[in-house]
Nanobody, 123 residues
Framework: QVQLVESGGGWVQAGGSLRLSCAAS????????MGWFRQAPGKEREFLAS???????YYSDSVKARFTISRDNDKSTVYLQINSLKPEDTAVYYC?????????????????WGQGTQVTVSS
């Protein structure tokens, strides 16, 4: 089964940018749909974006103007570029994987999760 490790989080001022990375091991990335989620304190985990090995992507309407998901299958790494950061983007960001080719948005559709990386945006 695949193991996922996120990195790239940190503290940033509003208006700034971050690129989060998710390194996968234990299986070829080509066989997985990858997703990014986030969870703010006291809130449910929220879908952000997903990517298939064939290059299809899908975004939550709330972030598609500022977030970009990409993947490098050779490096077994998935990225989330976040631009124009806002204080409300403050959350723990999680990478997730599911077998197959269908893009999905629900937490329960993803079997594998990383430990998360904290993003804090100050105003």
């Amino acid at each position: 089964q695949v193991q996922l490790v996120e990195s790239g989080g940190g503290w940033v001022q509003a208006g700034g940018s971050l690129r989060l990375s998710c390194a996968a091991s234990g299986g070829p990335l080509l066989t997985y749909v990858m997703g990014w989620f986030r969870q703010a304190p006291g809130k449910e985990r929220e879908f952000l974006a997903s990517s298939s090995s064939g290059g299809r992507t899908y975004y939550s309407d709330s972030v598609k103007a500022r977030f970009t998901i990409s993947r490098d299958n050779d490096k077994s790494t998935v990225y989330l570029q976040i631009n124009s950061l806002k204080p409300e983007d403050t959350a723990v960001y999680y990478c997730a994987a599911r077998s197959g080719t269908y893009l999905r948005t629900r937490v329960e559709d993803y079997a594998y999760w990383g430990q998360g990386t904290q993003v804090t945006v100050s105003s």
